[in-house]
């Protein structure tokens, strides 16, 4: 990864926001860890996070409505869903509602960095793509 990912993870169970940030903090990345829509809220006006690593299964606001929220007011943050309770009701939603990726539970550390790696390259295409037509040598529109 060129720049350095900000990644979000939100999970109910500490061991697995522990295991998360151990993970990728391992992989360079900027990793902050949260377990309530509240406290997801918080931290993303605070400063937006590139990747949001989100447990479906969570007290208070479930992961399909944190999803929900993430994507209306920060769409340019990729999720990735990672859940012990995988259903194909729930990668339907998820996928509708903008997820990027949709990984069941138990995931080993590889799988946690390639999903992240991925959803970073993803997010780097998408922004450029978002910018205008640059002009060429001959002073052409490309």
Same mark, same amino acid.
């Given at each position: 990864?060129?720049t350095? $990912?900000? %990644?979000?993870? /939100?999970?109910?169970?500490? &061991?697995?926001?522990?295991?998360y940030?151990?993970? !990728?903090?391992?992989?360079?990345?900027?990793? #902050?860890?949260?377990?309530?829509?509240? #406290? /997801?809220?918080r931290?993303? #006006?605070?400063?937006?996070?590139?990747?949001?690593?989100?447990?479906?299964?969570m007290p +208070?606001?479930?992961? &399909?409505?944190?999803l929900?929220?993430?994507?209306? @007011?920060?769409p340019?943050?990729?999720?990735?869903? &990672?859940?012990g309770? $995988?259903?194909?009701?729930?990668?339907? #939603?998820?996928?509708?509602?903008? =997820?990027?990726?949709?990984?069941?539970k $138990?995931?080993?550390? =590889?799988q946690v &960095? =390639?999903?992240?790696?991925?959803?970073?390259?993803?997010?780097?295409w =998408?922004?450029q @793509?978002? %910018?205008?037509?640059?002009?060429? !040598?001959k +002073?052409?529109?490309?």
């Amino acid at each position: 990864m060129k720049t350095t $990912p900000k %990644i979000l993870i /939100v999970d109910d169970e500490e &061991i697995i926001r522990l295991s998360y940030e151990r993970i !990728l903090e391992g992989a360079h990345c900027r990793v #902050q860890a949260v377990w309530t829509w509240d #406290q /997801v809220n918080r931290a993303m #006006q605070e400063e937006p996070f590139d990747i949001v690593l989100l447990d479906l299964r969570m007290p +208070g606001m479930d992961g &399909i409505d944190v999803l929900r929220e993430l994507k209306a @007011r920060w769409p340019g943050s990729e999720v990735i869903v &990672i859940t012990g309770y $995988p259903t194909l009701e729930s990668v339907k #939603q998820a996928v509708s509602l903008g =997820a990027f990726d949709y990984l069941a539970k $138990p995931v080993g550390p =590889a799988q946690v &960095i =390639a999903a992240a790696n991925a959803a970073m390259l993803h997010k780097q295409w =998408a922004l450029q @793509r978002e %910018i205008p037509d640059q002009p060429n !040598l001959k +002073g052409e529109a490309s």
